[in-house]
């Protein structure tokens, strides 16, 4: 079992950033995908951004165009926790964000494709 608790959501206003952390425990993989998905009261879960790490081959990473150039992914493996730094915040990011975990390789934009996941941050911006 994986366990993942995520941390850094709150009220910011517009323009604001904030970084999302998302510390994992419990079962380790040589290969793996972390992924940050985010869903607002009355819609769908909708993907944000994934990472893809392995022992053998570099990171490989993937945005949704809402969050292009504006969001960056990465990880801290001495850590055990992935980031999401999100900049240029605008009120339609306003969601619980949740990252979610899947031992294989690859990006998957799907949350069927995430194996664990964690209970969510909240983070609002005002306008």
């Known amino acids: 079992q994986v366990q993942l608790v995520e941390s850094g959501g709150g009220l910011v206003q517009v323009g604001g950033s904030l970084r999302l952390s998302c510390a994992a425990s419990?079962?380790?993989?040589?290969?793996?995908?972390m992924g940050w998905f985010r869903q607002a009261p009355g819609k769908e879960r909708e993907f944000v951004a994934a990472i893809s790490w392995s022992r053998w081959s570099d990171s490989s990473i993937r945005y949704a165009d809402s969050v292009k150039g504006r969001a960056a992914i990465s990880i801290d493996n001495a850590k055990n926790t992935v980031y999401l730094q999100m900049d240029s915040l605008k009120p339609e990011d306003s969601a619980t964000y949740c990252c979610?975990?899947?031992?294989?390789?690859?990006?998957?934009?799907?949350?069927?494709?995430?194996?664990?996941w964690g209970q969510g941050t909240q983070v609002t911006v005002s306008s």
């Open positions: 419990g079962r380790t993989f040589s290969n793996y995908a």
């Open positions: 979610a975990a899947a031992p294989r390789i690859g990006l998957p934009t799907t949350p069927g494709s995430y194996d664990y």
